[in-house]
Structures are given as C-alpha cells and as structure tokens.
C-alpha cells in the first residue's frame, strides 16, 4: 500500500499567443480535376474554411484529408523537392500524388511533422517537367487560411535506402507484421513507419526499438482505428484481456523535439507472449499506467493494489515550496520486487525504469521501498 504525506498548490493558468504574418491568397482547386496549376519553389497561399472534402486518395494514400486543396504542380528543374504547410496556424494533411490530374497515384502523405501540428513531405528523383498533384487539407474539423511551401532541398537522406515494407507513411498504409526483429527499417522526419499486429485473448505485445543509426527513434500505439493508445520511448506494450483477437497499430518516427537528424535506420523487435498475470484483477484506482494517465493523489493511504511488469502504476501531486513528500509502498519482497520513482513533471521521458533524470528513487531488494523529497523552490 502507498502512503503519500503531501500538499496541493493552486493551478495556474497559461496563456500563447502567436503573431505573423499571412502568405498571399492564391486561387485553389477544390477537388482533382480543378487542380490549380502552379510551377516552381515559393509560397501558395490558400483558404480552405469553404472548401468541401473531396474524398480522393491517389489509390490508399491516407485517409480522405478534409475539406482538401489541390494544385497541379510542374518540377522546374531536376531535383528533390519539399512540400509543406509550416506556417499554417490550424492542424494540416498532406498528401503528393505522381502526375497532375485525377489518374495520379499516391507518392507519400504526411498529418503531423516531426512535433509539430504542420505536414510536410519531400518527393526525390523529381525530373524537369514531372507533374506533381499536391493535396493539402484539414486533420478533423479545423480549417482556414494557409499556406503551402514549395522547395528544393538537398536529401540528407540520400546514403539511406527505403525499407523494403515501404509505403507505410500513414495509419491507413500500416503494413502487418509478425512477431520478430525485424531489421533495416528507415523513418525520416517526414516518413514514420506503420505496422500492425493481431494480438489474442490473454496475450500481452511488447515491441520495442533497436540498433538505429542516428537520431531519437520513438513508437506510439494505437488501436485499428488509429486512436491513440500509449507511447513510452522506445518502447510499447498492451495486454488484450478482452475477447477475439485485436489488431493494434505501430508507430516509428524521429521524435525532432530531441534530435534534429533527419533520417535514421533502426531494428523493430515485436514480442508476443502470455499475461502470467491475466487472472489478476486490476486495483481501482486504473488506468494509471503511463505518465499521461497518472492518477492525481493527497494524503491519504491505499490498499490492494496491484502492479505487474507490463502494468506500472503512475501519480501525480503538487508539493509546495520547502513542502516535502513522502510515499511508502508496503509489499513483501518474496512476492515480487516493487521499485519507485519520482519526477517533476517537466521532466520527460518518464515511466521507464531508471531513466531520467529522477529527483528520487528507491530500488532496494528487501521488504518495502520508501521515497522522500523536499521541493527547493516552487516548479
């Protein structure tokens, strides 16, 4: 049981604001077969607020964008070119499509870059002439003025060969997967890799990131509809304790918030192996078992609760200048071996064993573990 002696603080509200200035409006194609023509680098701008949602993939490129713009665009001489809307102020979709009209047929597609809210994707081996069908549009319901950016990049991707599993760029392009390690994958910062895997009844997924080359290689889970489920760094797991079998998706990708490389090769290792701990019920106060999902606590004590090597337990509380706190989890070693952490909650990644950095821990191997702080000054 855990026996936390804390205090609360108020909570503060946070305000952003952002000023800039506004691209050009240009004239804008509602649907493939009125794409505007557009030729060269620069910025188009667009308003999308009246558009309707077109539906057109280029055969599975991602889910129908809405309320979708689209331009007919010429390459003006041989190169790799960038796509983007980075300056637009509401969420965007993304996808380029290989010739300039409603035949054309999907080269990659992009909703969030890198961290941010913004699309963006780079065509390579574009020769003088090719025609390109651009499609930018809305994630949800979010919609207004924009602007989407066209330049010629040199790819610092070019030493690095695409996986043989490509195109898998989209949730709707997510290519199935069985259990193994799973080798010479790439992920760019406008590429994030897509996998499936079918878990059954009482089996629990671990899939985890191994041998990249460079960069910050993350993974999200989520459920076959795409909604989010986790994401922990290089690792994620999920028990299925429902019934029938149940498809979960995977996704890499360069988490540019902590390294700005810009493409990278990595091993995927997906395990699936039987919950020993399926027959467990869980304790009352679930789901808390990722910092996202921490429950919120005061002083207070809890008992019969339950942790397991796929089912940490994650709290949160506010301590006060010169406030201290104090937990204390009561177990009996002989029946497994309880460890804890404390973070402040800026400090991310978190929920992942000793990985930091840790105002506290307590990793004994006798009876019970014991964490206590005192806050210096107000986070």
Same mark, same amino acid.
């Given at each position: 049981m855990l026996t936390p002696s804390i205090s609360r603080m108020a909570p503060a509200l946070c305000l952003w604001a952002a000023i800039g200035g506004a691209a050009p409006l240009f004239a804008q194609g509602d649907d493939c077969a009125s794409a505007t023509p557009i030729a060269g680098t620069g910025t188009f701008g667009f308003d999308n607020t009246s558009n309707t949602t077109s539906g057109f993939t280029g055969v599975n490129c991602t889910p129908a964008i809405q309320q979708d713009v689209f331009w007919r665009w010429t390459a003006p001489q041989a190169?790799?070119?960038?796509?983007?809307? =980075?300056g637009t102020s509401f969420d965007t979709n993304m996808s380029v499509h290989s010739g300039g009209d409603c035949s054309a047929t999907c080269v990659a597609s992009?909703?969030?870059?890198?961290?941010?809210?913004?699309?963006?994707?780079?065509?390579?081996?574009?020769?003088?002439?090719?025609?390109?069908?651009?499609?930018?549009?809305? =994630?949800? %319901?979010f919609a207004g003025a924009g602007q989407m950016n066209v330049s010629q990049v040199n790819n610092p991707c070019a030493g690095? %060969?695409?996986?043989?599993?490509?195109?898998n760029n989209s949730c709707a392009q997510r290519v199935a997967l069985t259990p193994g390690l799973h080798t010479d994958l790439f992920v760019s910062q406008v590429d994030p890799d897509y996998f499936s895997v079918v878990v059954q009844p009482g089996e629990h997924l671990v899939a985890s990131v191994?041998?990249?080359?460079?960069g910050d290689v993350d993974l999200t889970l989520y459920d076959s509809g795409c909604s989010y489920l986790m994401s922990d760094g290089v690792q994620v797991h999920f028990t299925h304790v429902g019934t029938g079998a149940r498809t979960l998706v995977i996704e890499a990708f360069?988490?540019?918030?902590?390294?700005?490389?810009?493409? *990278?090769? /990595?091993?995927?290792?997906?395990?699936?192996?039987?919950?020993?701990?399926?027959?467990?019920?869980?304790?009352p106060l679930e789901d808390h078992d990722s910092c996202n999902t921490a429950m919120p606590v005061g002083d207070g004590t809890w008992t019969g609760l339950h942790v397991d090597l796929w089912?940490?337990?994650? /709290?949160?509380?506010?301590?006060?200048?010169?406030?201290?706190?104090? =937990?204390?989890?009561?177990?009996?070693?002989?029946?497994?071996?309880? !460890?804890?952490?404390l973070w402040a909650d800026w400090s /991310?990644?978190?929920?992942?064993?000793? *990985?930091?950095?840790?105002?506290?821990?307590?990793?004994?191997?006798? !009876?019970?573990?014991?964490?206590?702080?005192?806050?210096?000054s107000p986070f």
């Open positions: 190169g790799d070119y960038q796509f983007d809307t =980075f992009n909703d969030d870059a890198g961290s941010s809210l913004q699309s963006s994707v780079q065509v390579s081996g574009v020769q003088a002439g090719d025609e390109l069908l651009v499609q930018v549009g809305s =994630f949800l %319901l690095l %060969l695409e996986d043989t599993l490509e195109p191994a041998g990249q080359t460079a360069l988490d540019t918030s902590t390294n700005s490389t810009p493409c *990278a090769q /990595y091993d995927l290792n997906v395990r699936i192996v039987s919950d020993p701990c399926i027959g467990q019920s869980d304790d089912d940490k337990d994650f /709290y949160e509380f506010c301590v006060p200048a010169n406030g201290t706190v104090r =937990f204390d989890a009561l177990f009996p070693h002989a029946q497994g071996d309880v !460890d804890m952490f /991310y990644p978190c929920g992942i064993g000793t *990985a930091g950095p840790t105002l506290v821990q307590a990793t004994s191997v006798d !009876d019970d573990e014991t964490i206590q702080w005192t806050n210096p």
